[in-house]
């Protein structure tokens, strides 16, 4: 804890933080420059919340608070997991769980040109970029990463797509790999994609596999780390 | 236009392909057999005549209330008994507010034949004076939180509620006879409402391959399935309603197997109910005891 904090000039960093709460006094750190993410705003001298969850602290001055949510609120750069819900000429309206729908351009894929432009059906499951967001605009998404190549951007076949809270994703993406991938992981083999607007897509080549996996990780949700390994652990000597 | 695709849950084609693939195999997404119900819970509120269900994810409450009011020309004797459901967009984003929409006419429609028409309440003895005032009884079905099977859960929630109810006790007095006191609680103890079984709903859901057959359908469940049927019936195996949404085709022998599968489920759900009732009255028994603590200490 204390070492977390070293270099921040608030004792709130990976506290539980609540709308109203002051976290920073900028009256007593003159000669500093701090950056603002998600959850924070200046309100004269100081920094207040603006949303319930943790405050997390990046070196050497980031500031931002991380909550867990149902409700996707877009951010440039996450990789999120889309629904194509139609397509427009110049556009593939994407559902992306925020606000409003999210635009695919035809011509952000791999070498993308007006005579190769991809064919979706609607429904189907896409992994994409969020390039733009813009508040009152809407989303702007790619398959691309960002020097231009596909990575493991596009649409995902087969497998089951379950949607869960911002936190539980972000939780899965987190490094070192969060307890629940890491156990089932040595033993199943899967494949899976986590987009940070709360959707996870599993993949197994039997089922059965991919049922277990997806209701692990919707369980893990409230689990601790040790809790996590326990349970699958537990699962996995039933499947054997 | 575009705020309203954005608002509604939409089913993608991995998910509808998965949901029917691994039914073939007998599995079904949330681990479940495919012949095997959700966890149920039943809670009681404070008041006399509430329960909240729940049914896995699925919360669905009910309300009971009585007032008097003029009986139907044609049923002078008879008290009344009607079924109102909300249907909130907390539940489901795809429930508008305001008017009631399909689904919501539906499910009180089936809920109300089950319950009425199988005559499960005894109307006569709501009757307070012939022609004059009778007893009307209203349940109130809120939905708070769609995951499906939204028919069980909510029948489930009136039957409970109704166990539970209480109205007051009145009697006539006056001059000619004819004046109607009504007692308050603290006055007289109210009475229960006299139900003669309890209809169960049990809902099972087809898909387009013939052979397979869910019984208590989730969401996801529910948008894959090209049909699902609803049978109504309680402990003793007598069937009050059947309702079959959906256009498709059953067999014969396909219903008369879910009719003996909803006979042993109803029977099951029954003595789940009768329990949380019984368990509930006794609470209730006891909190009436007045306990004076400090009546022996000096």
């Known amino acids: 804890m204390e070492s977390k904090s070293a270099g921040s000039s608030t004792n709130f960093v990976d506290q539980l933080v609540y709308p109203g709460d002051v976290v920073l006094d900028l009256s007593t750190m003159t000669n500093q420059t701090i950056k603002l993410g998600g959850g924070l705003r200046q309100d004269g001298d100081v920094i207040s919340v603006m949303k ?89 998404l790619s398959c691309t990463d960002a020097s231009g190549k596909a990575g493991e951007f596009g649409a995902l076949k087969e497998g089951y797509m379950f949607e869960c809270s911002t936190g539980l994703s972000r939780m899965l993406l987190s490094t070192p790999t969060c307890p629940v991938l890491d156990t089932l992981g040595k033993k199943l083999s899967f494949e899976i994609a986590v987009g940070l607007n709360g959707r996870v897509w599993v993949n197994a080549s039997s089922p059965s596999t991919t049922i277990i996996v997806a209701n692990a990780l919707i369980n893990s949700e409230v689990l601790s780390g040790v809790q996590q390994k326990i349970m699958a652990e537990k699962l996995l000597q039933r499947v054997q | 236009m575009e705020q309203r695709y954005a608002n509604c849950w939409r089913l993608t084609v991995n998910e509808k392909k998965f949901i029917e693939s691994s039914l073939l195999s007998e599995l079904r997404v949330d681990g479940r057999g495919s012949l095997e119900y959700r966890k149920l819970s039943i809670k009681f509120g404070k008041d006399n005549g509430s329960a909240e269900v729940q049914l896995g994810e699925t919360r669905v409450m009910s309300f009971v209330s009585a007032e008097l009011v003029q009986p139907y020309k044609d049923r002078p004797n008879e008290g009344t008994l009607s079924i109102f459901t909300e249907f909130s967009p907390m539940a489901d984003p795809s429930f508008e507010p305001g008017r009631p929409g399909e689904s919501a006419v539906e499910l009180g429609r089936i809920i109300d034949r089950g319950l009425r028409e199988s005559r499960a309440i005894d109307t006569e003895s709501l009757c307070v004076l012939s022609a004059k005032l009778v007893w009307a009884i209203r349940i109130d079905i809120h939905i708070l939180d769609n995951a499906g099977n939204l028919v069980d859960a909510a029948n489930i929630a009136a039957l409970a509620s109704l166990s539970t109810f209480r109205r007051s006790e009145c009697s006539l007095g006056g001059e000619d006879g004819q004046q109607v006191v009504v007692h308050p609680p603290e006055v007289r103890e109210p009475l229960p409402l006299i139900i003669h079984h309890l209809p169960v709903a049990v809902t099972f859901g087809f898909f387009s391959n013939e052979n397979l057959v869910v019984l208590d359908p989730t969401y996801h469940e529910e948008a894959v399935m090209t049909g699902s049927m609803t049978v109504t019936l309680n402990a003793n195996g007598d069937v009050c309603a059947i309702q079959k949404p959906g256009r498709q085709g059953i067999f014969q022998r396909v219903i008369m197997h879910c009719l003996k599968l909803a006979h042993v489920k109803a029977a099951d759900i029954t003595t789940k109910i009768i329990d949380a009732v019984e368990k509930h009255n006794i609470q209730r028994e006891v909190q009436k005891v007045k306990r004076h603590s400090n009546c022996f200490t000096d």
Do not use: C
């Open chain 1, 52 to 140: 319930a969850g943790r405050l997390r602290f990046s070196k050497p001055n980031k500031y931002w608070v991380e909550s867990s949510q149902k409700r996707y609120v877009p951010h440039a750069e996450d990789s999120v997991l889309g629904i194509i819900v139609d397509s427009r000429s110049d556009n593939f309206l994407v559902d992306i769980k925020g606000p409003t729908l999210a635009f695919l351009p035809v011509l952000a894929f791999e070498g993308g040109t007006r005579r190769n432009i991809p064919k979706f059906e609607v429904g189907a499951l896409i992994y994409v970029r969020v390039v733009k967001a813009i508040p009152g605009m809407n989303p702007e």
